[in-house]
Each structure stands twice: as structure tokens, then as C-alpha cells.
């Protein structure tokens, strides 16, 4: 507009003037021709401008559109809407446990701070009886909120073998639904931190990294099955932070006071074998001990690519608090460019009082100890023939790792009257990974025990695919 102004202005100083020198004889016509061609230079020059400033309000305009796309909510933020949807829920009989329309942050918060993810496996197993079975292993949702800059959510809902409609899956195995955890944190600094709801155990460094598609082999190690029984969920709150000793590394920990495991009746299902501590989960169970359980995990990283890390877990296992159970761990992560080398040892010390057992004395106590460890190498390579050849399959994000693992699982007198128990099993496997987030496995179970029982059939060949969404 000022520029108008301007122009405009100018147009009458030269006119008046050129009309000054008609009336008074002033100037000449050559003097006109030349203030004339300076005006249609500069006409020509604002013309130029408007179109300029045209192009770039246009410009403007669309993104501004563009913006209110994106931060425009879900759903349309009006009375006449949230109205609307009050009296629906009232209609429904809702109404009193949602509040009114304007009492549940999370209709309007919903994308903007809570985010919804997952996981999902699916499986295909041959062993050497000839059996084969595809089994959709597990469906874990998750669901994760900013509450505030200090308090945040985050929990995982565990659907395995298709859910509790019967028996199913690899080896019979029933379905299930759970909630895996569900935690509340509240922030407060780096090296002291709040957490309290339905915790993933820090026992061991695997319970809590088992996500499938994080994993380079399909099934878990044994020892991370039968001594460490993961997935281990438990009721609790405690505290959780990370020191910085120098500028290279951390010490990183956590500790809660927890349910615990479950006391046992001393039934045979209880009592047996390799299935004692798995079925003693208090996130399995509905009477839990009275006394809590302490559980805790400390980690030293010297530099990054190294990380040890100790654990362990003390409670009551019985009824009347006079037996306890002991379960200690330390695992190891070393990384050096496209080489791995991951592990874990732990070792359950059982006290058991014999009266829980039928038949046996009340008087009399017996000890168990079961350990176990696995080491795990793998290698990272993409040769780079196959990104030539196929760019858009073979990407820079993806990549190949072979891996093998041994496992060993010790299970020592564990009942009254039982024979020493123990296995191997060796697993080489190689994956392909499309990307970090999805993962095609294949690998080959040897499997060797050596107890009273006579020889078994069990050597397996496993393929699976898993992603995150």
C-alpha cells in the first residue's frame, strides 16, 4: 500500500510540474519525454514488485493451510461436539463413570503426548518327531503418555498363543492375556527417579530387553526360561537413576520392594523339576506372600559397547515366611564395531520347607540350587554385492547377523527325592533384518541331557518373523 502511495505521489509531482511548464513556458519537450520515460522504468519496476509480494503471500497462505492440517486435533474442539458426545454416553448408561464431556483429559489429549505401539511374532517349528506347527506366538500392544514434563505412563499387554481360548501353540501350550507391565514414573532427577505399578523385574539384563525383534534367535535361553523366569512381572515401586563416575561412563540402577513369588502347595506341579520357579510367578498366582521381595539390578558401563550388570532377587516362598529363595545374576553386553558378544549367569538358591510336601515330615528341610548361563556371539555384516544388485531390498538399513548360542541349565536336587537334572543346547542361527525393526530368524536346536531319563527326540528347527509397529 505505501508503495502505491508513493507511486501515486510521484505521478502528480510530474504532472503538475510538466503542467507548470506548459502554462509558463517553461522547459521543453525533450525535458517532458525524459520524465516520462523515467515514470513508465519505474512503473514497469513496481509492477514487478506487486508480482513478487504476489507470489510470496501465496506461498504463505498455502503453508499456513498445510499447518492447520497438521496441528488441527483429531476430533473438532466445540461445545456443540463434546455435547453431542456426553449425551451419547449418557444414553449409554456411561455417563456416570466418564464424567461429563469436559472430564476426561484423554479426549482431548489423545496424539498429541500418547503415543500407541507394539510388537508381534509369528513362528514355525520342526522337530525331529516330524511335528510342525505354525504358532502367532505373541501380540504385545503398548501404550505410552508424557502425563507431564515429570510424570509418565507406560505399560505392554501381553496376548500369547492367540489369547485363553484353550490349549494351542508349540508344544500345547495355552493362550494367554496379560498385562506384562504398567508403570507410573515420576521424574525428579538423573540419578533419583519414582516408579511404581506393575514392574518389569530388573533380574538380569534379558527380562528386561526380550522383546522378540530386539532378539537375534527365536526361542529364549534356558536359563532365562527355568532360573530366570521371563517374562517376570511384579507388583511394586521402588526408585531407578543413572550416575556419571566420568565423561565416559555410567552406573545405572534399580531396586523395588515387589510382590515376590508365590507360596506353593506342594503339589506335584509345584514341586517339579525345571517348572518350580516359572510356576511360582507371582504374576501367575492370585495369593502372593504377605512379606514383599526385594529386587534390584546395578549396571557399570566403563565406555560405550561394555556393560555388566548385577542382580538379584530375595523373598519369602512359603505361606508362613520360613523359606526363602535367593536368585543372583550378572550379565555382560560387549560391542566392538560389527562383533557382539552378550551373556548371562544366575544361579537360584531354594529353601523348602518338607512339611509343604505331601508325605514328607514337617520336621525336615531340604536345600535346592538350580544355575545356568548362556553366551551369545553374533556378527553384523551386509556384503555389499547385494546392495548393488537389489538397492531398494538391501538398504542401508539393513543387515545380516549370524549367531550362535550355548546354553547350559543345572537343576540340582531341587525336590526331595529328585535325580540331578541337566541340559545343553546349542543354537547357530542366521537372521536378516530389513530393517532394525523387523527380523526374519532361522537357527537349529541341539539339545542334550544328561539324567536317569533315557534319551529324547527333541532337536528342533525353528523359523519366525517379528516387527515392531
Same mark, same amino acid.
Given at each position: 500500500?505505501?508503495?502505491?502511495?508513493?507511486?501515486?505521489?510521484?505521478?502528480?509531482?510530474?504532472?503538475?510540474?510538466?503542467?507548470?511548464?506548459?502554462?509558463?513556458?517553461?522547459?521543453?519537450?525533450?525535458?517532458?519525454?525524459?520524465?516520462?520515460?523515467?515514470?513508465?522504468?519505474?512503473?514497469?519496476?513496481?509492477?514487478?514488485?506487486?508480482?513478487?509480494?504476489?507470489?510470496?503471500?501465496?506461498?504463505?497462505?498455502?503453508?499456513?493451510?498445510?499447518?492447520?492440517?497438521?496441528?488441527?486435533?483429531?476430533?473438532?474442539?466445540?461445545?456443540?461436539?463434546?455435547?453431542?458426545?456426553?449425551?451419547?454416553?449418557?444414553?449409554?448408561?456411561?455417563?456416570?463413570?466418564?464424567?461429563?464431556?469436559?472430564?476426561?483429559?484423554?479426549?482431548?489429549?489423545?496424539?498429541?503426548?500418547?503415543?500407541?505401539?507394539?510388537?508381534?511374532?509369528?513362528?514355525?517349528?520342526?522337530?525331529?518327531?516330524?511335528?510342525?506347527?505354525?504358532?502367532?506366538?505373541?501380540?504385545?500392544?503398548?501404550?505410552?503418555? @508424557?502425563?507431564? /514434563? +515429570?510424570?509418565?505412563?507406560? =505399560?505392554? &499387554?501381553?496376548?500369547?498363543?492367540?489369547?485363553?481360548? %484353550?490349549? *494351542?501353540?508349540?508344544?500345547?501350550?495355552?493362550?494367554?492375556?496379560?498385562?506384562?507391565?504398567?508403570?507410573?514414573?515420576?521424574?525428579?532427577?538423573?540419578?533419583?527417579?519414582?516408579?511404581?505399578?506393575?514392574?518389569?523385574?530388573?533380574?538380569?539384563?534379558?527380562?528386561?530387553?526380550?522383546?522378540?525383534?530386539?532378539? @537375534?534367535?527365536? /526361542? +529364549?535361553?534356558?536359563?532365562? =526360561?527355568? &532360573?530366570?523366569?521371563?517374562?517376570?512381572?511384579?507388583? %511394586?515401586? *521402588?526408585?531407578?537413576?543413572?550416575?556419571?563416575?566420568?565423561?565416559?561412563?555410567?552406573?545405572?540402577?534399580?531396586?523395588?520392594?515387589?510382590?515376590?513369588?508365590?507360596?506353593?502347595?506342594?503339589?506335584?506341579?509345584?514341586?517339579?523339576?525345571?517348572?518350580?520357579?516359572?510356576?511360582?510367578?507371582?504374576?501367575?498366582? @492370585?495369593?502372593?506372600? +504377605?512379606?514383599?521381595?526385594?529386587?534390584?539390578?546395578?549396571?557399570?558401563?566403563?565406555?560405550?559397547?561394555?556393560?555388566?550388570?548385577?542382580?538379584?532377587?530375595?523373598?519369602?516362598?512359603?505361606?508362613?515366611?520360613?523359606?526363602?529363595?535367593?536368585?543372583?545374576?550378572?550379565?555382560?553386553?560387549?560391542?566392538?564395531?560389527?562383533?557382539?558378544?552378550?551373556?548371562?549367569?544366575?544361579?537360584?538358591?531354594?529353601?523348602?520347607?518338607?512339611? @509343604?510336601?505331601?508325605?514328607?515330615?514337617?520336621?525336615?528341610?531340604?536345600?535346592?540350587?538350580?544355575?545356568?548361563?548362556?553366551?551369545?556371539?553374533?556378527?553384523?555384516?551386509?556384503?555389499?554385492?547385494?546392495?548393488?544388485?537389489?538397492?531398494?531390498?538391501?538398504?542401508?538399513?539393513?543387515?545380516?547377523?549370524?549367531?550362535?548360542?550355548?546354553?547350559?541349565?543345572?537343576?540340582?536336587?531341587?525336590?526331595?527325592?529328585?535325580?540331578?537334572?541337566?541340559?545343553?543346547?546349542?543354537?547357530?542361527?542366521?537372521?536378516?533384518?530389513?530393517?532394525?525393526?523387523?527380523?526374519?530368524?532361522?537357527?537349529?536346536?541341539?539339545?542334550?541331557?544328561?539324567?536317569?531319563?533315557?534319551?529324547?527326540?527333541?532337536?528342533?528347527?525353528?523359523?519366525?518373523?517379528?516387527?515392531?509397529?
Amino acid at each position: 500500500m505505501k508503495k502505491y502511495t508513493i507511486m501515486f505521489l510521484y505521478l502528480f509531482a510530474l504532472s503538475f510540474s510538466a503542467l507548470c511548464s506548459g502554462v509558463y513556458g517553461q522547459g521543453s519537450n525533450d525535458g517532458l519525454e525524459t520524465k516520462v520515460d523515467k515514470m513508465e522504468k519505474m512503473l514497469m519496476e513496481l509492477k514487478d514488485q506487486l508480482k513478487q509480494q504476489t507470489v510470496a503471500s501465496d506461498e504463505l497462505k498455502a503453508m499456513r493451510d498445510e499447518i492447520k492440517k497438521i496441528s488441527a486435533p483429531a476430533l473438532p474442539e466445540n461445545e456443540f461436539y463434546w455435547a453431542k458426545k456426553s449425551q451419547e454416553l449418557e444414553n449409554k448408561g456411561l455417563a456416570p463413570v466418564f464424567g461429563n464431556q469436559y472430564g476426561k483429559p484423554f479426549l482431548r489429549r489423545f496424539g498429541k503426548n500418547t503415543y500407541i505401539g507394539g510388537y508381534m511374532d509369528h513362528e514355525l517349528e520342526f522337530d525331529e518327531n516330524g511335528n510342525h506347527t505354525f504358532d502367532q506366538h505373541r501380540l504385545i500392544p503398548f501404550i505410552y503418555s @508424557d502425563v507431564s /514434563d +515429570r510424570v509418565k505412563f507406560a =505399560t505392554e &499387554i501381553e496376548i500369547e498363543h492367540g489369547g485363553p481360548q %484353550g490349549s *494351542g501353540g508349540i508344544q500345547g501350550k495355552t493362550g494367554a492375556i496379560k498385562i506384562e507391565f504398567a508403570t507410573i514414573d515420576f521424574l525428579m532427577t538423573d540419578w533419583l527417579n519414582y516408579r511404581a505399578g506393575i514392574i518389569l523385574s530388573p533380574l538380569g539384563k534379558y527380562n528386561l530387553v526380550h522383546d522378540s525383534p530386539l532378539q @537375534d534367535l527365536t /526361542d +529364549r535361553p534356558m536359563v532365562s =526360561t527355568n &532360573i530366570i523366569p521371563t517374562t517376570l512381572s511384579e507388583s %511394586g515401586m *521402588g526408585f531407578f537413576g543413572t550416575l556419571y563416575p566420568t565423561e565416559l561412563s555410567t552406573l545405572s540402577y534399580e531396586i523395588y520392594a515387589v510382590n515376590g513369588f508365590s507360596a506353593q502347595d506342594g503339589t506335584a506341579t509345584a514341586r517339579g523339576g525345571t517348572g518350580f520357579i516359572r510356576s511360582s510367578r507371582g504374576s501367575q498366582q @492370585d495369593d502372593n506372600n +504377605r512379606n514383599p521381595a526385594i529386587v534390584g539390578r546395578l549396571a557399570y558401563s566403563p565406555f560405550l559397547g561394555l556393560e555388566v550388570g548385577l542382580s538379584a532377587h530375595v523373598g519369602d516362598i512359603d505361606q508362613h515366611g520360613g523359606s526363602k529363595m535367593a536368585i543372583k545374576a550378572v550379565d555382560w553386553t560387549y560391542q566392538r564395531g560389527a562383533f557382539e558378544l552378550v551373556g548371562e549367569y544366575a544361579h537360584a538358591s531354594i529353601e523348602r520347607d518338607r512339611g @509343604d510336601v505331601a508325605g514328607t515330615p514337617k520336621s525336615d528341610k531340604y536345600n535346592g540350587d538350580m544355575w545356568g548361563f548362556y553366551v551369545e556371539p553374533r556378527y553384523h555384516f551386509m556384503p555389499q554385492f547385494l546392495k548393488d544388485v537389489a538397492p531398494t531390498f538391501f538398504t542401508d538399513n539393513s543387515t545380516f547377523t549370524a549367531v550362535c548360542r550355548l546354553g547350559h541349565l543345572d537343576i540340582n536336587n531341587p525336590t526331595y527325592g529328585s535325580a540331578d537334572t541337566r541340559q545343553t543346547r546349542v543354537t547357530p542361527g542366521f537372521n536378516f533384518r530389513y530393517t532394525e525393526d523387523t527380523v526374519f530368524k532361522a537357527e537349529y536346536q541341539f539339545n542334550m541331557e544328561n539324567d536317569d531319563r533315557s534319551d529324547v527326540s527333541n532337536n528342533s528347527l525353528v523359523f519366525s518373523v517379528s516387527t515392531y509397529f
